[in-house]
């Protein structure tokens, strides 16, 4: 086979760039190593900043995020029984839009099958051979046969397991990274939400999360320790432990029911540099994860889909090689700054093992700053509607 740009990884940000390209008459083929039903299963993030929503709109796939998801003009903060609130839509003039990960997923699978797009489910043993030549290939297993695809540019959307990120020589790179010693326990239940906006919670039991899907889908996480496991709570034990990190009033007007999902996430702060590789690019996952505080994985990933996008454009539209030989660079700008953001707002949240009296007294500095000062709400806002690309 033959393709312009092969794309690893049928998850949202790699079905991003395809679609883009794509309304551009740039061909590109998707490798995906799972079926696209078990894509569509994955529960992730839902909270889209600015700019994603923009490259949807560019994509053509909005429709449905324009009907069904909900704008959030703001988000609440709960600290030592009361809430207080940061207003994005007055702070920054912009808004985030809660719309599932998965939805978004959905919506770009539909796209591609009407548009007749290539998409290879079942992919084994990827391999990306001359990276770091003039004529790359892909090769890999399909259903017990052996391919090969020959192409310009490879981008590596593959997630952070991914062979991708594997291929960029140790010499080359350089990792940085942190882990916390906390996961967050997440339940999906049909219930209404507990509020309009979303509440992030610091008690002294641990950090929350009230969060949802929809009118009649919530979404609640609470911090726990790494060795607990999904089975360890039972549904019972989640609502009593959320209900002790909330203020009294949020807790009362709680809505409870059965989980229909339940899983704990690690949390870890990760980078790689470069994200260029010759004619190789890495592109979300593949390149950096951010604690799920803030919801950044897939609005970072948007970002880089943005930089690199409008690198392959500029190259084949005309002829010009600046935006992909400065891809590594403008991605990583932006990347730290995210990275920031979400290692500032996970530990003005969290418990912390070996935080002292003075940490916490910090902590508690920290929020009331945030509380009663215009500008650092401003600072947060900015960040959270999502810094321009």
Not at 181 to 194: D, K, N, R, Y
Not at 249 to 258: N, W
Not at 309 to 322: A, K, P
Request: glycine fraction near 8%; include cysteine.
């Amino acid at each position: 086979m033959r393709t312009q740009v092969v794309i690893i990884g049928g998850g949202p940000s790699g079905l991003l760039l395809s679609q883009l390209l794509l309304r551009r008459g740039i061909d590109n083929v998707v490798l995906e190593r799972k079926t696209r039903d078990y894509v569509l299963s994955r529960i992730r993030a839902g909270v889209l900043e600015r700019g994603l929503l923009e490259l949807m709109r560019e994509a053509w796939v909005a429709g449905r995020m324009e009907r069904e998801g909900f704008a959030h003009d703001g988000a609440l903060i709960a600290h030592e029984g009361g809430t207080f609130h940061i207003d994005f839509k007055a702070l920054t003039g912009h808004s985030v839009m809660v719309y599932g990960q998965t939805e978004v997923t959905r919506d770009l699978y539909d796209a591609r099958e009407a548009a007749g797009a290539e998409t290879l489910f079942e992919v084994e043993q990827v391999e990306i051979h001359d990276a770091d030549g003039d004529a790359p290939y892909v090769s890999f297993r399909q259903h017990g046969e052996t391919r090969r695809i020959d192409c310009d540019f490879v981008a590596g959307c593959d997630g952070f397991h991914g062979v991708s990120r594997q291929t960029i020589p140790l010499s080359v790179r350089r990792e940085y990274e942190k882990t916390y010693p906390f996961g967050w326990l997440g339940i999906l239940s049909e219930t209404p939400p507990v509020d309009d906006e979303l509440i992030y919670a610091n008690s002294a039991r641990g950090f929350a999360l009230c969060s949802m899907r929809n009118a009649n889908l919530s979404r609640y996480y609470i911090q726990c320790a790494l060795s607990d496991k999904p089975e360890d709570w039972t549904d019972a034990a989640f609502w009593q432990e959320l209900k002790r990190r909330l203020p009294g009033e949020v807790a009362e007007r709680l809505v409870t029911g059965p989980s229909i999902e339940k899983s704990i996430a690690p949390l870890r702060s990760f980078v790689c540099e470069p994200m260029r590789w010759g004619r190789l690019f890495l592109c979300g996952d593949a390149a950096h994860i951010v604690p799920p505080t803030g919801a950044k994985g897939l609005n970072t990933a948007a970002s880089d889909v943005h930089y690199l996008y409008n690198g392959l454009r500029q190259f084949y539209e005309e002829g010009d090689s600046e935006g992909i030989d400065r891809y590594s660079e403008r991605a990583l700008a932006r990347v730290w700054k995210a990275e920031r953001f979400s290692w500032w707002f996970s530990s003005l949240l969290h418990r912390y093992p070996d935080q002292s009296a003075f940490d916490l007294r910090m902590q508690t500095a920290e929020l009331e700053f945030l509380r009663t000062n215009r500008a650092a709400q401003q600072a947060m806002a900015e960040n959270y509607v999502g810094l321009p690309y």
